[in-house]
């Protein structure tokens, strides 16, 4: 296996650490406010490399971290005059609902900041008697030009940071701009005790303290948006290596961001997607679909053209499934070498999970079989064959086969259809066609009636 891993700028063949064990950690929601379609696209691509890792195999130990104290938090809870932790419980509950609709696999542990606050003051606590951070009147820093590898994973460079930060008109008492925070003293009414006083922790030091009691301060995978590399991750590298003196993580996966019309998503741009309000007219399983068809690294463009073409494929895919499902006891001689596309599959997969390639071979076995359906050439073995491999490939994909059964409403119109069409009752049988296809589905005549849900 092999992932492009951002902190060497390049491919590297992946080994976990100990034996068959992959401690993997991904930077989870900060909990003020509904998950959007950004947060969706990255807990997606995480979920396909996690499951493809077990495919193949591995044992995984996943950790996604909950955010549950922050500045965010603390402004949209004064907003709505609601305390903060309750405003935090309702998106958490939220984000787990939204996992589930997903077809997320839960993780080993989702820690919440607000219970690891002990884990953090004894992280800072290192940090300080190592002479890495210092106290202020207003909060304990990271001193930054005390790590000497600083910058390397996002590439910034310490020398040209710090050049000139003594600015007397930054509100923090730091020494350096660029210096960042371990613990907020703060002044307001949502406050924590600590050896420093009331405040609140800093966003960066939760990941280390949080991903190092549960995965040991040298674990296998870290993975998040790329517009995490700086400054969170590369902050949670330097006061975790600071503390303990050792790598903290080996491999760095970052995924693509996710635009809505070429542009980066935000309210302000009235462009901006709330999972929920996605999925009252599309389905979570279309959604895996569309995340496959980019690769995890690559940005994704939600636009229009974009998510047509993606449609007609898929339901493309939903038809030679349905097909394969519904026709059964062909009476074909002609196999396919199901071997070869195996191969192909997996090794797009193994090589930095190029799902892309990945898709397009998956589609040309899918038409191999289909046109060969069609001839009526097809195989029985060879149609049992292709379905049980594609069921193994959808235990980590959720996309290939219908999430749920086709409703007893549907069959029973195609039911009614046929009879008309068997009296030559062809006007009233096309009518209920366009009322099924009303209700979502799609009919193919062959040998039998074939139907398959459709994404419009």
Request: with cysteine.
């Amino acid at each position: 296996m092999l992932f492009y891993n951002s902190l060497t700028r390049k491919k590297e063949r992946f080994k976990p650490i100990k034996d068959n064990l992959v401690r993997m950690y991904v930077c989870g929601p900060t909990v003020y406010g509904p998950s959007h379609l950004g947060h969706a696209v990255t807990y997606i691509r995480f979920d396909f490399i996690r499951r493809f890792l077990e495919f193949l195999g591995y044992k995984v130990k996943f950790v996604m971290n909950i955010t549950d104290i922050h500045d965010d938090i603390l402004k949209k809870a004064r907003e709505l005059k609601i305390p903060p932790q309750k405003l935090a419980n309702k998106y958490t509950q939220e984000f787990f609902k939204d996992l589930e609709s997903l077809k997320i696999k839960k993780a080993f542990k989702y820690p919440r900041v607000s219970e690891h606050l002990k884990e953090i003051i004894e992280l800072i606590k290192i940090l300080l008697k190592k002479g890495f951070a210092y106290e202020t009147n207003d909060g304990v820093y990271f001193d930054i030009s005390k790590f000497k590898n600083y910058g390397k994973l996002s590439g910034i460079k310490l020398e040209k940071e710090i050049t000139g930060t003594r600015v007397k008109t930054d509100k923090y008492e730091k020494e350096e701009v660029s210096d960042f925070a371990l613990w907020k003293k703060e002044n307001d009414e949502w406050l924590f005790d600590s050896p420093w006083g009331k405040g609140r922790p800093g966003w960066h030091i939760e990941c280390s303290a949080m991903s190092i009691k549960y995965l040991g301060i040298h674990f296998d995978l870290h993975g998040g948006a790329l517009d995490l590399i700086f400054p969170h991750h590369e902050n949670e590298i330097a006061q975790s290596e600071a503390a303990h003196n050792k790598k903290f993580v080996n491999f760095y996966l970052h995924s693509g961001l996710l635009y809505v019309n070429g542009q980066k998503m935000s309210k302000s741009l009235g462009n901006y997607i709330e999972l929920k309000d996605y999925l009252k007219k599309n389905s979570a399983a279309f959604l895996r679909f569309f995340v496959f068809l980019h690769h995890y690294r690559s940005p994704i463009d939600f636009n229009e053209k974009n998510l047509e073409e993606a449609k007609n494929s898929f339901n493309s895919l939903r038809e030679k499934i349905a097909k394969l499902i519904q026709i059964k006891n062909l009476k074909g001689k002609k196999e396919i070498k199901l071997k070869t596309y195996k191969v192909k599959i997996l090794k797009a997969l193994e090589d930095d999970f190029n799902s892309p390639l990945a898709l397009s071979f998956i589609f040309s076995l899918l038409k191999e079989a289909d046109d060969l359906l069609n001839k009526n050439e097809l195989s029985e073995n060879s149609r049992k064959e292709v379905l049980s491999f594609l069921k193994s490939l959808d235990k980590f994909l959720f996309f290939i086969f219908p999430w749920e059964s086709i409703p007893l409403k549907i069959k029973n119109l195609v039911k009614k259809r046929e009879k008309l069409r068997k009296n030559k009752k062809f006007n009233e049988a096309d009518k209920i066609r366009e009322k099924i296809k009303d209700l979502g589905y799609s009919l193919i005549d062959l040998q039998k009636t074939v139907v398959y849900k459709i994404e419009t």
